[in-house]
């Protein structure tokens, strides 16, 4: 089990990230370990065993965490003499613990637990047809379950469980050159979760009754989503290809049982839950291009090359408001739908050469997004909001001398402008705004060497040039906090048996 203890590191230009109020330190103490058992009796079974661990201490929101986490997973596959039968039976279990030790403060001893498995079940078929064609079916059922449970100082933690079910099925047939893919599934979702109590006459509770909420409450629903594509070979090297589709996102507990932020074990209120938020749901479309090359200035040599233009159309977005609850004197937050359609369009490229003793990979993407929209909760502390990087670029460039046993090699990475949730507190309640985070172009610098066919030497050098940068996501205060490591050098020797 690897174990390594991690101080404070230092930000680019030699600063030392601080602690700070909210507590930013990258101060850690890591462990983890690996385990794989794979059984193959023979050429028509096959089982896989794992477990992955992961232990660490560090601090976040002026607490101290303790993370301990366990995964396991087992995967079967059957593959009798049948072009109808290609079976593969998935499973596995998560369980995540959170603690906050030895602390001080309104959510001090909290204590939270989060469980999540499921499983899956898949097979692929090939059926000739009399034209001489072949139908490649994929079909099968998966159910997933993630159960939140918060077991000393809940605060603004809220418990519940959502389970994801989906019965799919697709086929793809080839005419020569041409191909042609459809798919239909149907996906289904259920969300239970505590209700806190709520006085009477407030929300959706009755005037001159009894207070409402301390009960568990579900709501669930379900689509049909469908999934069309063709592709076409221009040549051996060339393929053009397109896809239209329907995906889902379900609202999770967190999102419909959200009751404020209470201090310490305090449940909060369901006065502020919104058991009628619908699925944020979107309307997916792709074009692209692939190239793949041999042999073309040398012997042995590749190249390739793919492009892709997308367009998402997102309906009902999931953001946290301020929105005013009757019997109540001011907003509050909530998590809501807002109305009109947020629509997601890029370009993405990719592509590379390698002829063995020099090699060269870069990747562009260039996104926008239109009417994006951001609750002003989100922006307060009570969501994240952010949007993407207009563009990022990647270029990846090295060398093999030595008969290919020296690697050596370099990496720029560019992240364009993007956007935070902020919030202007004179202007309560709608101070929500969108804040530009700055570009920044990072440089590595990377190598092995291959000392024997077990062993070999590696080192890298990350940010080499020691720029300040913030990482974007999250919120306008978690990018200016979160600066990423200064120039960083790591060396070692791997050896497998």
């Not at 629509?343 to 050469?353: A, R």
């Not at 024997?452 to 978690?478: C, I, M, R």
């Amino acid at each position: 089990m690897p174990t390594r203890n991690q101080g404070n590191y230092k930000t680019g230009e030699g600063s030392e990230l601080p602690d700070g109020p909210n507590g930013r330190a990258s101060t850690n103490s890591p462990r983890g370990g690996l385990a794989k058992i794979d059984i193959v009796p023979n050429n028509r079974h096959a089982l896989k065993f794992g477990l992955r661990t992961y232990d660490n201490t560090f601090q976040n929101s002026s607490y101290e965490w303790d993370v301990r986490n366990r995964t396991w997973t087992a995967d079967y596959h059957f593959t009798p003499d049948s072009p109808l039968i290609d079976l593969t039976v998935a499973a596995y279990y998560n369980d995540t613990n959170l603690n906050y030790p030895d602390a001080t403060g309104s959510y001090a001893g909290r204590r939270t637990q989060e469980e999540s498995y499921g499983v899956s079940i898949t097979n692929r078929a090939q059926v000739p047809l009399a034209s001489g064609s072949t139908v490649r079916l994929e079909y099968g059922l998966s159910w997933d379950r993630d159960d939140f449970q918060t077991h000393a100082m809940r605060g603004g933690n809220h418990p519940g469980k959502l389970d994801k079910a989906s019965a799919f099925g697709e086929a793809e047939i080839d005419f020569d050159r041409f191909s042609l893919r459809g798919g239909l599934r149907y996906d289904y979702w259920r969300i239970n979760g505590y209700r806190p109590p709520f006085a009477a006459g407030v929300a959706d509770c009755p005037a001159g009754g009894a207070a409402c909420g301390d009960e568990w409450a579900h709501r669930d629903g379900g689509r049909l989503l469908p999934k069309v594509g063709a592709s076409y070979q221009v040549s051996p090297e060339l393929t053009v290809h397109a896809s239209y589709s329907h995906t889902l996102r379900p609202p999770t507990t967190h999102e419909a049982f959200f009751a404020l932020v209470p201090f310490g074990d305090g449940v909060g209120s369901g006065m502020t839950n919104n058991l009628n938020l619908k699925p944020e749901f979107s309307r997916n479309l792709e074009f692209g291009v692939d190239y793949h090359g041999r042999n073309l200035w040398q012997p042995g040599d590749e190249a390739t090359l793919r492009v892709s233009v997308f367009r998402n159309r997102i309906r009902d977005f999931i953001v946290n408001d301020f929105v005013d609850i009757p019997g109540v004197g001011f907003p509050r937050a909530m998590w809501i739908n807002r109305d009109g359609t947020t629509t997601m369009k890029g370009v993405e490229v990719e592509g590379g050469y390698d002829s063995g003793a020099f090699y060269a990979n870069f990747g562009v993407a260039l996104s926008k997004t239109d009417d994006q929209p951001l609750g002003d909760g989100a922006g307060a502390g009570n969501g994240e909001g952010s949007a993407l990087p207009k563009r990022t670029a990647t270029l990846d460039i090295g060398v093999r001398p030595l008969d290919e046993r020296l690697t050596l090699g370099a990496q720029v990475r560019y992240v364009g402008e993007s956007a935070q949730a902020a919030y202007d507190w004179s202007q309560f309640p709608a101070g929500s705004y969108w804040s530009r985070s700055d570009p920044y172009t990072l440089v590595g610098l990377y190598g092995s060497y291959d000392i024997s066919d077990v062993a070999q030497a590696f080192f890298t050098v990350e940010n080499l040039f020691d720029k300040v940068y913030g990482y974007p996501g999250g919120s306008s205060e978690g990018y200016q906090a979160m600066t990423g490591r200064g120039r960083t050098f790591t060396g070692g020797l791997s050896m497998r048996f």
